[in-house]
């Protein structure tokens, strides 16, 4: 843990106060804009406003209710929940088109070399050999319907018949045989149809758990909400609540888990996925996401901007309500213009947040401390020209100064102050002033730098 005292900046116009040498610069002003002081080690990305829009189409089969395309009446007490209820009981109806499959040939599983386990709800079908990885998928499974029912604050009555069979396959062909499969399998890693969900196996026996993971929440949501739209939320949360910690010894599971590295959860590799992205320019904007279709996650780094933006929504306390709005909106006519819509005039705010936390995704990542604080650090009738002291938390990201710059001025920056790091080669506490400890270097910075950032209004 890190242990910090505050750290001072002073901030002026014009004139310099030089009371400490660790940070003197010149900003040039490109226009009308609020300054932000950061103590930690991030600074923000470039963001670009965009004015499209996400065009949808897709003919809803069942009777709307009224207001449910207005995405304001979602967050209203008086009428979410009768939206909310409608959505199940429509999902109830079309559960009843769902693919009604031949049995399997359970008699012959053993001539073809399959496995079966069973648990109360799921059949497990494999051809890969005995071990406690492969072995403990049922009941791995089995543990997480419960877990996935408090997730979505659903009743997990409602599954009290659910039957899934769950296929983990080395060699399809004996799959087919089984009628499990009509053809060699067309996806790539994993898939849900029906109450049937199949994954082909992967080297690390954490992702082959994961997968089946992956594919019962898309069962229970198709199940539940009644589709699995839009598709970014759709994979998005199953990458999400996919991610998990399994003990095998007290049989319990975690789902939506974080780990604290990839070491952790083997095969997992979306936050090395989305760097490597970021830094080739090539992170997608969030409606880039919003359009996303399934020929796009032929890509794997599809699933990794899903699960990133998922992870984004569900764990920024602002945008909590949203992610969990999301996915009542599977059968309505257009749920990403809901979303759309639900965010409104927060959606540069929604970006600059975003591509905060883009650029600074890791395993640890503190979704509290990290939050942009937008609150002025000072009242508003101060006067640059006579110098204004600004103080920021190191222990925090992002923090607004409240201070407006004008265009074609020149500011100096001054920061004073100590703060405290806890270096971890060293196991000791050390102080360090604003340039940071240059003995350790996150994001390509020595850590606790003072990062200072002219930011537009949003
Ligand atoms: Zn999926």
Redesign the pocket.
Known sequence: MTSETHRLARLSARVAFAFCAALFCCIPIPADAKVTVKSATKQSAALARTSETTPESRPVADDPTPSENDASAWFQDDTAPRLRDDVLERAKRRRAAWPDFQPLKIAKIKELGIRRIQTKRIDFYTDLAASPDVDQIPEALEAAIPKICQFFKIDEARFDDLHIDAFLMNDPAPFIELGALDAPPQFLH???FGDRIYAKRHDSPYYNRFLLT??L??TIMHELFGD?RPQWF??GV??YLGLHRWNPKTKEIEIAYRPESEDETPGFGRVRAIRKANAAGLAPTILQMLRYEPAD?ADTTA?AWCWAFVTFLHNTPKYRDLAEALPYWAIAARPNQLFIDAVGDRWGELEYDWTDFVSHIDYEYDFQRAAIDRSARIDADYDLAQGVVVTVDPAKGWQATGLELKANQTYQIVAAGRFKYYLPDADKVMEFEAPGATCEYLFGKPAGRLLAAVAPDV
């Open positions: 994993g898939y849900s992956h594919e929440v898309h699995l759709s994979e199953a990458e996650f699933y």
